[in-house]
């Protein structure tokens, strides 16, 4: 099933610092309530988003990424997809790094399986170019 944008709002900006989180936090939240996802789906998705934004913060080159975030519809489903993208160093091994307890800093290795769990769908496509990681919350 093909996952088309919706007509609804997209919003995008950059990730450069800690004062980002808060408009990470507010633009998932808001696409969440106008795709009709609940609170507890909207909580979901604020808090993976909120864990992904970090990741640029702390892993990126610069600590500096993106967010876009776009209203999307499945046949009569609809929802928010979040993408965040850096530019380097990239994700060694992304199947590791998907396992609760890996970490490659100094962290418990619980943001992205943690976000992976909260989302209903997520993908991750890293290079020593770059990350993106793609999560995807539908509205129940």
Not at 14 to 28: F, G, K, N, P, T
Not at 44 to 51: F, P, R
Not at 111 to 119: D, E, Q, T, V
Request: no cysteine; net charge negative; glycine share 12%.
């Amino acid at each position: 099933m093909a996952i088309e944008p919706d007509e609804g709002v997209r919003v995008a900006f950059r990730i450069e610092d800690e004062s980002d989180l808060i408009r990470v936090r507010q633009a998932l939240r808001t696409a969440a309530d106008n795709a009709g996802l609940g609170l507890v789906d909207q909580t979901k998705l604020v808090t993976a988003g909120s864990e992904l934004a970090r990741n640029i913060l702390i892993y990126a080159t610069g600590g500096r990424g993106t967010l876009q975030v776009e209203q999307v519809v499945n046949l009569r489903r609809r929802g928010v997809r979040a993408t965040f993208a850096d530019q380097g160093p990239g994700i060694d091994d992304v199947d590791a790094a998907l396992t609760d307890g890996f970490s490659s800093g100094s962290g418990l290795g619980l943001g992205l399986p943690g976000s992976k769990r909260l989302a209903d769908e997520m993908t991750v496509d890293s290079d020593p170019t770059g990350t993106t990681v793609v999560i995807v919350k539908w509205a129940r």
